[in-house]
């Protein structure tokens, strides 16, 4: 079985959104760590975790002292020790460009906010084209780059 491992960034995209809903729909396990639920509880609102999201207790391992030394926050660590100890498939669910680029480094596979939204899209769940105004007027950074690219793909899927 997948397990989808979420840093804070996409949770709370998700949550701006209202579509926690969306986890439903990915063809695995959607989990985090302690870590990143601490993350999330200490933002200043009213941000509440799915009761579906498992929530994982990521013990101390000799990797965390590598990815430590990326300059990495303490969930994102968590997020990608958990991906590198656990048993079976994880998908590192993670939107911070430097977290991406030590992820793939390891050699894990990921995914970020705008993947999840276009997968959602294809499959007729969301309109990623609302989904990135929403999440900009909420305050949630999108490079311009990484929002034309998702929409070309989704034209061209349209057209296909």
């Known amino acids: 079985m997948t397990r ?27 989990c985090t760590t302690q870590q990143v639920a601490a993350e999330f509880r200490a933002k200043d609102s009213p941000l509440r975790l799915p009761a579906d999201l498992e929530v994982l207790d990521v013990p101390a391992a000799g990797s965390e002292a590598a990815l430590s030394m990326s ?36 050699g894990l596979l990921l995914v970020g906010t705008a993947g999840l939204l276009l997968r959602a899209h294809d499959r007729g769940l969301i309109d990623v084209s609302e989904a990135f105004v929403k999440l900009r007027a909420a305050g949630y950074r999108l490079s311009d780059r990484l929002v034309a690219g998702v929409l070309a793909r989704t034209s061209a899927h349209r057209r296909a």
């Open 71 to 106: 300059r990495l926050d303490a969930g994102e660590t968590s997020v990608l020790t958990a991906a590198l100890c656990l048993e079976g498939r994880s998908v590192v669910v993670i939107d911070d460009l430097k977290a991406r680029k030590v992820a793939r480094r390891m």
């Open 4 to 30: 989808y491992l979420f840093n804070a960034g996409p949770l709370i995209a998700l949550a701006a959104l209202d579509r926690f809903d969306l986890l439903g729909s990915l063809d695995g396990a959607a």
